[in-house]
């Protein structure tokens, strides 16, 4: 009994993470084979440097997703939290844990202000947040006015310190995605988000109320967003107000790869980690074959359309066969 | 009288197999022209899967079908409705936020270049609606503002405004009053005038008997045997659905009545619940009847906190301060369950397993620290499970693969796994079988037993006479009598529905 439980759980994760992982190594190989300096340290360097502000960014954005909302602003959200983070270092010559803490205080406002306005007057997340997208836009360009502000050495210690030859920002990412993906499977809020995206009406009609956990949910992504730009910006040494313009559907893209549904009800941390890898895999890979960056989009775009294809398919195939 | 012309439809040996379960086996069965043969059996009998055959919804395995003497094989449901095949559904197919008459006449709306002719279309609409005694709905309001009952009526206006050889009705009556139902009723008998062949499914024996000249019954994907209606009572049916007797007895609790549980004072919401004051006492079924649109159901989403009251007061459990209800979430706290109408919409997690589904109300009980014991969550599921006879094949199968039935009982199963002290059912036997409905009785009448408070709201006097120990009665918004059991009849309950309606100037609505 107890056996068969663990093997049901063993089929099930490998039906739920086997295709992507299996198209994450199609694409490995094929980059492999069509170019000679693919499989390099430096390659994956690359990637490995890539990926922790997004894959971040993506882990809120699922929570968002599974709620059946979007969070739009989390790239303004970036750009404005990382503005503050470069002003409390240069201009109010803040230690660097203070400025970081500012920084995240930022997020977590913006998010809160998303989540507060979205379940006090009962509003689509697409508008509120598209509201934020431009607001908190606005503010990183006022914070900063409209100029880079150099950082270098004070920040950039984020980057360089590494464990076991990781960065900090990649074991950070990493201990994000696992916390998160337990954080859904696992727990009490995890299981009232996903009833929440299934059927928000019969969650409220059981005694809950879905409010608070709604308002829980933007304020992460805000939060997940500023510790994105503390990483963008110790890579950049730098805070530029015009950074993380477009970021908001990247993140989007990602998760949705990874199977999560925007009708909400649905989703895995982890599969949207996958999705943060496919696509950065794709753009290496296609940069080294000599892409162009219009041609990466061309294909990038692509594939967004074709997972979401695929995961259906998969989908279903996973539940005919439960009426047997 | 078997002539091959007489018979407009005559299926043989139809099978239908899905996934794990045979829902047809070598089915055999006949429509003469101008009849109306009933489809009878408990839910998963076939009977509905049957019916999609006929109507192209769906594919026979094997069998074959001949409509009026020529091979009949619809590959979708236009074509079938191309050969004058036609099924109103139990499920509402209706868009919300279209009108009425648009919904009626969704698939050939009037137009000139392309512009909806809308004069055209609310007149059609009207006269179609005039047929079920739809006259006080205005064809341009929303489908979506309707109660159920009258989007059910506006379905079969839709159903019935087209020129059919064959309409087959599914649960037609499901959430109709009778003055609804004798009316759908009288369009029933005009169509097999002009010998159209109507094929009615029914939970309702009695109906079935007054309305088939022939019902065919099935158990279990087989037909167990066809009658002539004449020939046979209710019980000779309700023998072969389920193999055995069910009687007429009396199923009310009989542990004796506790304290008060509930007491409601001046209760006013809108022009649905108004000045309504009653009171539920521990250990007895309390029934609540009235017509459509009495404001039942207003009445119990005011006091669990759904759509909050405009005035009035609750006091839980005999106390003297009136309750804190703002919100379902103060209602469940104080020991109030709400098992609404709509259990797909609001009661279900349809795309969760069943686990999921019952564990939601005390999920915290479940956990520690915020985090689920998942063994133990299992273990609980799988208790409720089994202690209400859910038919799944574990509870990690999700919720909207079960049977009507199923699923009602798993909403049950997570209020009882709540424990709470007053349990508000609203019309928990729409759409059941005859087996189900009796498991539900005898559960309501056990929870009154423990020390519960049930308030069972349901259309079907009949249920509400055999189980409730009183039985309120709401009119108009307003309480219009509470019957104890030994001074109700059928006459006295329905004169009190009636009784607000006719007080109110310019006689009855079209409700009565």
């Known amino acids: 009994m107890v056996d068969d439980q ?20 199609l694409l490995i190989a094929v980059f492999g084979l069509s170019t000679n300096h693919f499989f390099t340290l430096t390659t994956f360097r690359t990637i490995a440097n890539q990926i922790p502000d997004i894959t971040i960014a993506a882990v809120g954005m699922t929570f968002v997703l599974i709620i059946a909302g979007i969070d739009l602003s989390v ?74 502000v150099y950082i270098g050495g004070p920040v950039e210690v984020v980057t360089e310190t590494a464990v076991l030859g990781l960065s900090l920002p990649f074991i950070l990412a990493i201990a994000i995605v696992a916390v998160g993906q337990l954080v859904l499977s696992r727990t009490v809020f995890g299981r009232y988000l996903i009833a929440i995206g299934t059927n928000e009406e019969a969650v409220r009609l059981s ?58 009800g649905r989703g895995s941390v982890v ?54 | 009288m078997d002539s091959i012309t007489d018979r407009l439809l005559a299926a043989t040996g139809i099978t239908k197999a899905f996934p794990g379960v045979r829902a047809l086996q070598e089915v055999d ?4 022209a101008g009849e109306v043969h009933a489809l009878v059996g408990e839910n998963g009998a076939g009977k509905s899967t049957l019916t999609r055959i006929i109507a192209g919804l769906e594919a026979s395995d094997s069998g074959r079908m001949l409509l009026a003497g020529q091979v009949y094989q619809p590959k979708s449901r236009t074509s079938a409705e191309a050969h004058g095949v036609r099924m109103v559904m139990q499920e509402l197919n209706l868009v919300g936020t279209l009108t009425v008459a648009e919904n009626i006449f969704i698939e050939r709306l009037p137009s000139r270049l392309g512009f909806i002719r809308y004069r055209k279309l609310n007149d059609a609409a009207r006269e179609a609606m005039a047929k079920v005694g739809l006259t006080d709905v205005d064809p341009a309001t929303p489908v979506g503002s309707l109660g159920v009952g009258r989007q059910q009526m506006v379905e079969i206006a839709a159903g019935l405004s087209h020129r059919c050889r064959i309409l ?66 209710p019980e000779t049916v309700i023998r072969m659905m389920v193999g055995r007797d069910l009687g007429q007895e009396c199923l009310a609790p009989s542990g004796g009545r506790g304290p008060v549980a509930l007491r409601a004072v001046g209760l006013t919401r809108g022009d649905r619940v108004r000045d309504v004051s009653f009171e539920a006492y521990r250990g007895e079924i309390l029934g609540i009847a009235g017509l459509m649109g009495s404001g039942r159901t207003e009445t119990m989403r005011a006091i669990f906190g759904a759509d909050a009251p405009e005035a009035g007061a609750i006091y839980l459990h005999g106390g003297g301060e009136p309750a ?59 208790d409720h499970a089994e202690s209400l006879g859910i038919k799944c094949w574990s509870v990690e199968q999700t919720a909207g693969q079960l049977s009507g039935g199923n699923q009602q009982k798993v909403v049950i199963a997570k209020w009882l796994y709540r424990d709470c002290d007053v349990l508000i059912f609203d019309e928990p036997t729409r759409g059941i079988d005859v087996g189900a409905k009796f498991e539900i009785y005898r559960m309501l009448a056990d929870l009154a037993t423990q020390g519960k408070a049930i308030l069972f709201i349901s259309s079907d006097l009949k249920e509400l006479m055999a189980i409730c120990n009183r039985i309120l009665v709401m009119s108009a918004g307003k309480v219009a009598g509470t019957f104890a059991r030994s001074d109700w009849s059928e006459e006295r309950i329905m ?11 310019g006689g009855m609505r079209a409700d009565g």
């Not at chain 1, 663990?6 to 994760?13: A, D, F, I, P, Q």
């Not at chain 2, 069965?29 to 003469?32: G, I, K, Q, S």
């Not at chain 2, 004169?495 to 100037?505: D, I, M, Q, R």
């Open chain 2, 324 to 382: 804190r209800i703002r919100r379902p979430r103060d209602a469940v706290r104080q020991g109030i369950a709400l098992l609404t109408e709509d259990r797909k919409e609001q009661g279900l997690f349809l795309s969760l397993p069943v686990r999921a589904n019952i564990s939601i109300t005390r999920l915290r009980a479940l956990s520690r620290l915020g985090w689920i014991d998942a063994a133990r969550e299992r273990r609980v599921a799988c």
């Open chain 2, 495 to 505: 004169a009190a529905a009636f009784s607000e309606y006719v007080k109110t100037p």
């Open chain 1, 207 to 264: 005694g809950i109320d879905p409010r608070p956990y709604k308002l829980a949910v933007f304020v992460l992504a805000g939060l997940l967003a500023a510790v994105a730009a503390v990483i963008q910006t110790a890579r950049m040494s730098s805070a530029n107000p015009n950074t993380g313009i477009g970021f908001e559907l990247q993140v989007i893209a990602a998760v949705v790869i990874g199977g999560t549904s925007l009708m909400g």
């Open chain 2, 29 to 32: 069965f006949e429509l003469r």
């Open chain 1, 75 to 148: 790239g303004s959200i970036m750009a404005l939290a990382g503005a503050v983070l470069g002003i409390a270092l240069i201009n109010w010559s803040l230690p660097l844990p203070l400025a970081v803490i500012a920084c995240l205080l930022v997020g977590l406002a913006c998010g809160a202000a998303n989540g507060l306005i979205i379940i006090r007057w009962a509003l689509p997340s697409f508008i509120v947040t598209l509201g934020m997208l431009e607001a908190a836009r606005g503010a990183a360009y006022l914070v900063t006015d409209s100029r880079t």
């Open chain 1, 6 to 25: 663990k093997r049901g759980n063993v089929r099930r994760l490998l039906a739920d993470y086997l295709g992507m992982a299996i198209a994450l190594v």
């Open chain 1, 271 to 324: 599969s949207s980690f996958f999705g943060v890898l496919i696509i950065a895999v794709l753009g290496a890979g296609l940069a080294q074959v000599g892409a162009q960056e219009y041609t990466k989009r061309l294909i990038t775009g692509c594939v967004i359309v074709a997972a979401v294809i695929l995961d259906q398919y998969r989908h279903r195939m996973r539940r005919t066969p439960q009426a047997g």
């Open chain 2, 168 to 233: 087959a009705l599914d649960e037609p009556t499901a959430s109709l009053t009778d003055s609804e139902v004798e009316l759908l009723f009288t369009q029933i008998r005009r169509l097999k005038a002009e010998g159209v062949g109507i094929i009615y499914i029914s939970h309702r024996i009695e109906e079935v008997l007054s309305i088939a000249d022939r019902v065919t019954v099935l158990r279990d994907g087989k037909v167990v045997g066809t009658q002539t209606t004449g020939e046979i009572g």
